[in-house]
């Protein structure tokens, strides 16, 4: 008889009823976009440096948020995500305000605020673009650091700095609703 | 608008509350009891205790004619208790699950009741002369999460459920013998056990949390973990909704809501103050709290002494504590409950919440 430690054998993935087997795609509505691949979120994201290039920013952001591809595969959400950064990058500060104000009213202006608030924290999930190479932690804590977070310094830090002024602006905007939505919705960026 | 009544009745959360029709009974369940407090004056006081589960109650529902309190409790039983001359007799219901049950709601025709579980049923129970004890019935078919919440038709017949798996659901719980058939309405016509009339998801998911028909019985709202309400219109059998209408709000989640009449939902949840919502098929809007805080000991800058202040600053390092929110509840509000009625307008209604307060607003 051969030893097969029973202890060991995961049931749950065995059992159909389980909810390790729950299928997730059960959570996406039927109004989901059509998939779009990594093409074409590079010809949106440069139509959209295009209008940030022209001056227009909340052309740019609107046109950014609502072509974000969230039926897209993940080489097409990282693109646009990038897109995304660049915009929010390329707006001073002192234009935020009302650049969300217009952004964030009329049709369709709750769903754009939903989905930035989704790409802020995308943004703020993913390891720095610039300073992604420096994985090592500044100070010897004894952690081992398996990502670096960069806060404060180097060019992740310019980023997170960047997102997180958008964020507190972004809430006075679309409330704490728009925080919790990012947590519920299947439709990820 | 009067000040709303409030009564804190203990510094535990309440999962549930329900008052008897005659407005003098509270029955609120409190960890693994169901305590029952008489009002005297303006007050309510403790008189009996239901204690015969074993872990925490979850629900609990007065019939408001026959009188009789059914429980539900993690512990996967539920009770029927029943007044008699040496108090109150509890009957185990056999639910036949084997998680937790969690939601618990007489028939508007009190012949039956619904209980929801964690074992993904609905056990819709009834009771059998025959064997004298109630049995249960399991609806079962397209729930695939723990079932949250529940709701009545004003017929009795159709249940809405609202689950953990994002998804509110419209089904039958039609039982031979005990229902009359119903009319039929835009849900369906013909309405055998298990038939599902209905299945909604909101773009932005969460779990349901609370949900409710209007008082014709011809639409149903919905709220859940994404801080949105959902209003559904349906426009015939097996066809899509006429109208699904989400509105989405800059608050924190709702936990339960109630209809008011066709056209306004009163909601409250996490942000511990009730909210009203009014539109109708065209659309919904937020139109804002219905708490008013100018009342006194609302306004949060009190005299204080300089003494007061010196000690709280070397004490604390800041002048005044402002642990207290400005909002009547003090905490998350779990349950809305419909108090005072009359044809569909909602006169007043009762809440209560983590804060162990139970609190009835007048409109």
Request: glycine letters at 10%; aromatic letters at 0%; proline letters at 3%.
């Given at each position: 008889m051969a030893q097969l430690n029973y202890r060991t054998i995961n049931i749950d993935v065995l059992d159909p009823e389980s909810s390790i087997n729950f299928p997730m795609d059960t959570l996406l509505p039927a109004t989901l976009p059509a998939p779009t691949t990594s093409s074409d979120a590079a010809s949106v994201a440069s139509q959209v440096r295009q209008l940030l290039r022209g001056g227009d920013a909340e052309g740019a952001l609107r046109h950014v948020l609502d072509t974000a591809p969230l039926g897209g595969n993940d080489r097409a959400k990282e693109v646009h995500l990038a897109a995304v950064v660049d915009v929010l990058q390329g707006i001073r500060q002192g234009e935020m305000s009302r650049v969300l104000e217009g952004v964030c009213t009329g049709e369709g202006g709750s769903e754009r605020a939903d989905c930035l608030m989704k790409y802020l924290y995308k943004g703020m999930a993913a390891p720095g673009s610039s300073g992604g190479s420096k994985?090592?932690?500044?100070q010897s804590t004894g952690f081992s650091q398996i990502q670096a977070r960069n806060l404060g310094e180097g060019g992740g830090g310019q980023q997170m700095s960047v997102l997180l002024n958008w964020h507190e602006k972004l809430v006075e905007v679309a409330g704490t609703g728009s925080i919790v939505r990012v947590m519920t919705d299947r439709r990820t960026v | 608008m009067a000040a709303p009544e409030a009564h804190h009745l203990f510094h535990n959360p309440i999962a549930d509350h329900s008052f008897s029709s005659d407005k003098s009974t509270l029955a609120v369940a409190r960890d693994s009891n169901v305590e029952l407090y008489q009002k005297s004056g303006n007050k309510f006081s403790l008189t009996d205790e239901l204690k015969g589960h074993e872990k925490t109650v979850t629900g609990v529902d007065i019939a408001p004619n026959s009188g009789r309190i059914v429980t539900c409790s993690q512990d996967r039983n539920a009770y029927v208790w029943e007044r008699t001359a040496s108090g109150w007799k509890p009957t185990l219901v056999l639910l036949r699950i084997n998680r937790a049950a969690t939601f618990v709601r007489w028939s508007p025709s009190e012949q039956k009741f619904?209980?929801?579980?964690?074992a993904r049923v609905i056990a819709v129970c009834y009771f059998e002369e025959e064997n004298d004890w109630w049995i249960s019935k399991h609806l079962k078919k397209p729930i695939r999460s723990t079932i949250t919440t529940l709701a009545w038709h004003p017929n009795s017949v159709l249940l809405?459920?609202?689950?953990?798996?994002?998804?509110?659901?419209?089904?039958?719980?039609f039982i031979k013998g005990v229902d009359t058939r119903p009319e039929p309405s835009a849900w369906g016509e013909r309405l055998p056990f298990n038939t599902i009339c209905g299945e909604y998801l909101n773009d932005s998911a969460g779990w349901i949390q609370g949900l409710s028909f209007s008082p014709s019985g011809d639409a149903l709202a919905f709220t859940g973990h994404d801080s949105s309400v959902t209003v559904v219109y349906p426009s015939a059998p097996d066809q899509p909704p006429r109208a699904m209408l989400t509105i989405a709000t800059r608050l924190l989640p709702f936990n339960s809501l109630i209809w008011n009449g066709e056209n306004e939902i009163i909601a409250a949840g996490h942000d511990c103050e009730p909210y009203r919502l009014r539109g109708d098929e065209s659309g919904w809007q937020l139109t804002g709290t219905i708490e008013s805080k100018e009342g006194p000991g609302a306004g949060s800058a009190r005299e204080e002494s300089a003494l007061h202040m010196f000690r709280q600053m070397d004490l604390k390092g800041q002048t005044?504590?402002?642990?207290?929110?400005?909002?009547?509840?003090q905490n998350t509000i779990s349950t809305v409950r419909v108090y005072e009625e009359a044809n569909g307008a909602v006169r007043q209604f009762s809440t209560s919440g983590v804060d162990g307060r139970v609190v009835i607003w007048t409109i």
């Open positions: 994985s090592v932690s500044p | 619904a209980v929801g579980s964690g809405a459920a609202g689950s953990t798996d994002s998804h509110a659901r419209v089904l039958s719980s005044q504590a402002d642990t207290q929110l400005k909002t009547t509840h």
